[in-house]
């Protein structure tokens, strides 16, 4: 029997290999070929093209931008086997996935999980389409790695909630339509006071002011609800169970910060080579700065076994239908290593790698430079490095709570 | 831990059961009491060889199971755990270099001899305290072979040599014109400077120009394995251990100073072991071995140099004494450390592999 499946399944998988082929061949404008997904990411908006507003389009209808979602909320209903190649022959085509942000990565995987029939229906079919923002309402003034102690108040209203408080670092804040927040319900308990909503960021009372960050960019906001009415149907999840739920949600903000093909693909080109662009050569056209090559190459294989390991989390899960303990190393190794390779890139520039505007820098170095800086986020934000450290330490090596 | 097939997990749980009961440290303590300069238990090596560990890598044709390095990398990662004292990585190495240089007839001469046990043999290559294949002075003229080789690893229970010279790799038996000084280093193993005077040398005339490259590639693998047995093993203790320990009427678990130190040490040994096993397995795999065995084994050096000092440092002032065994770890890891690359040696080579 085995042996009969086996054709079958090939048979299946590349008859859809050909179909994503000729939707390709179809849908995707050649002028979007190897541009990146600027409007997917949560940095900032573009102003998108007319080709750009139709490859979004075609990609949502067929929910091909998150192929693993079931088909009755937009999603693609494939296996992981398909969307494996729907990513192969994407790239293949130097085609990007225009469907993403927090609604993909985050927020929709979360909703799936714990919201009601009736918000499934209403919220993940225009995430697949791309056409719906999110943004998440998380940390505030006084709640950054001890989250749990955040204020801001939801009071029951008999059908609908008022919240007034105030959030900060809200990615892309400024840009989204929607915001997932955690809100207090009850004073009286820490964790279980918690509640976790959606809040429409054009209700009357939301406002919304960009931080400007040291790499110059906004991509950070401060926002404040005063008095905003959010309806009893955006309370996903019951009243208390915010906690629970808002945690889930960020296992996968830190699969998605530490995500080793993301890094991989930032990376790009070798240290080696950039120095030796940079810097002088010996006779064996080796870098003639030793000190710095030996940085170099000591950064390098780190970097190689941080890839190695990423790999290995995946394989491993896989096979122990799990999540692998070292899944947890992986966001502090992964964002330490990029800071790294940031400080290391100025120091083969030179005072070339620290410009801050100017035509006689290059846009690789300009942007290095703002990745340099913005890269500080990356070990603070989703979950700081101590904050790591302690849950590799108690939930990991079982080392006990201070007593 | 790579996910494995069910051969390799059976072999790997042999090891490790046997490796525990059978050679725990204990019976590494025994071997430095008795002062013998092979520096291990001869019976213990012959059923080790019994239970098929010695012909992990030999083709079936020539007595052995042909497994491949991953799986000599699972044997090898368990006797590291227990510091079990054996010439099981040098013989190892050895065979490849005649797997791969060998003819056919050095092959069926050599190979089900050292799968079965019955012959010990081990790789000469260096000449002084450092690793550096490029300044050999040994030299083969009329099949004899003349030269000084440092601090040889199992030297003294070897009977064959595998023994690098200034035209390539060559054959010689211990006896006439092959004479070992003892150098004895903090593992309390074997290892000699030997020297050989006109000894009867048989050339390996296969394995190409790059022969000697491959050949210390596969120690590299082989050698960062018994590391990551080690580093595993240390690290594991040490977990123990600040759980057991109280002080200010406390575990030393509970101190967030040492939680965080722990977990950085996670991370590295994670690190570690994803190259190591990444080595192993691209020298089964036949691709990309010079640059995933210069990383495993500076990975290797990397970690476990870094986890053998905090095992003694967490260990407190008992990691000092000779009762406890954390210490023979880290005897054991700077001489390893040193073997086929130490650190700044591997990033010179992973730089030059990158052409910068």
């Known amino acids: ?403 | 831990m790579a996910v494995l097939n069910e051969e390799q997990e059976m072999l790997r749980d042999m090891a490790r059961d046997w490796a525990t009961n059978e050679s725990p440290v204990t019976e590494f303590r025994k071997v430095r009491a008795s002062g013998e300069p092979h520096a291990y238990d001869k019976d213990a090596y012959a059923t080790m060889a019994e239970m098929g560990w010695a012909g992990v890598i030999i083709p079936e044709d020539h007595g052995g199971s042909d497994f491949g390095f991953m799986s000599a990398g699972l044997v090898v990662e368990e006797l590291g755990k227990t510091l079990t004292a054996s010439p099981l990585v040098a013989t190892t190495i050895a065979a490849s270099a005649i797997v791969l240089g060998g003819s056919e007839e050095q092959k069926a001469k050599w190979l089900p001899k050292l799968a079965s046990g019955e012959t010990v043999a081990t790789l000469a290559v260096d000449e002084g305290a450092h690793h550096d294949p490029s300044t050999i002075e040994t030299s083969v003229s009329g099949g004899k072979l003349t030269g000084k080789k440092a601090f040889v690893h199992e030297a003294h229970g070897a009977d064959l040599f595998v023994v690098a010279a200034k035209d390539g790799l060559y054959l010689v038996e211990k006896g006439d014109g092959v004479s070992l000084a003892t150098r004895k280093l903090t593992d309390q193993r074997s290892h000699a400077d030997v020297n050989f005077d006109g000894a009867a040398a048989d050339k390996l005339e296969s394995g190409g120009d790059s022969l000697l490259d491959d050949v210390l590639d596969r120690a590299r693998v082989l050698t960062a394995a018994e590391m990551l047995g080690m580093a595993q093993q240390v690290f594991d203790t040490t977990l123990d251990y600040l759980k057991q320990r109280v002080q200010f009427n406390q575990v030393l678990a509970t101190f967030q100073a040492l939680q965080h130190r722990m977990a950085d040490l996670f991370a590295d040994l994670a690190q570690m072991r994803s190259a190591v096993e990444a080595g192993l397995q691209a020298v089964d795999g036949g691709f990309g071995v010079a640059r995933a065995a210069t990383i495993a084994k500076a990975e290797a050096n990397r970690v476990l140099h870094t986890i053998s000092n905090q095992g003694i440092q967490l260990h407190g002032g008992i990691g000092m004494t000779d009762e406890y065994d954390v210490g023979f770890y880290l005897k054991r890891a700077r001489v390893l450390e040193a073997a086929w690359g130490s650190s700044s040696y591997l990033k010179d080579r992973f730089a030059k592999l990158g052409s910068y």
Not at chain 1, 242 to 253: D, F, M, N, P, S
Not at chain 1, 313 to 325: D, Y
Request: charged share 25%; hydrophobic share 35%; aromatic share 8%.
């Open chain 1, 1 to 403: 029997m085995a042996t009969q499946l086996e054709p079958d399944a090939h048979a299946d998988e590349d008859a859809f290999r050909t179909e994503v082929q000729q939707f390709l061949a179809e849908h995707f404008p050649a002028e979007l070929k190897n541009k990146g997904n600027a409007l997917a990411g949560v940095d900032g908006p573009t102003d998108e093209t007319p080709a750009m507003t139709a490859w979004r389009k075609a990609v949502g209808e067929r929910g091909w931008g998150t192929p693993t979602w079931p088909k009755e909320y937009g999603g693609g209903g494939l296996t992981k086997a398909q969307a494996k190649i729907i990513d192969q022959e994407f790239a293949k085509a130097g085609a990007y996935n225009p469907i993403g942000g927090m609604g993909v990565m985050m927020f929709g995987p979360t909703l799936l999980e714990y919201g009601s029939e009736e918000q499934k229906r209403e919220h993940i079919p225009p995430i697949c389409r791309g056409e719906i923002r999110w943004c998440q309402g998380y940390s505030e003034p006084n709640a950054g790695s001890d989250l749990a102690n955040l204020q801001t108040f939801a009071e029951d209203k008999g059908d609908h909630y008022v919240v007034n408080g105030q959030k900060t670092w809200t990615s892309g804040g400024q840009w989204a339509d929607k915001c997932f927040a955690i809100v207090r319900t009850d004073k009286s308990d820490k964790h279980r006071g918690i509640s976790f909503m959606l809040i429409d960021m054009d209700a009357p009372g939301v406002e919304v002011r960009p931080i400007t960050m040291i790499s110059g960019t906004s991509p950070f906001c401060e926002t404040f609800f005063d008095n905003v009415k959010v309806p009893k149907k955006n309370l996903v999840g019951e009243e208390g169970q915010g906690w629970t739920i808002g945690k889930r949600l960020l296992q996968h903000e830190r699969t998605n910060i530490s995500g080793g093909g993301r890094l991989a693909s930032m990376m790009g080109q070798s240290l080696g080579d950039i120095a030796k662009n940079y810097g002088e050569t010996d006779a064996d056209g080796e870098l003639a700065d030793k000190v710095l090559r030996d940085k170099i190459a000591d950064f390098e294989i780190r970097w190689n076994s941080f890839l190695l390991t990423a790999r290995r989390a995946v394989e491993e899960s896989k096979a122990q239908g799990g999540v692998s303990e070292i899944s947890s190393v992986l966001k502090k190794v992964g964002t330490k290593l990029s800071q790294e390779r940031s400080e290391l890139l100025i120091e083969i520039r030179g005072l070339q790698g620290l410009g801050w505007e100017g035509e006689e820098f290059t846009d690789g170095e300009l942007e290095a430079v703002r990745g340099w800086l913005f890269g500080k986020a990356t070990t603070i934000y989703g979950g700081s490095t101590e904050i790591q450290n302690n849950i590799i330490a108690k939930r990991v090596l079982g080392m006990l709570d201070h007593q």
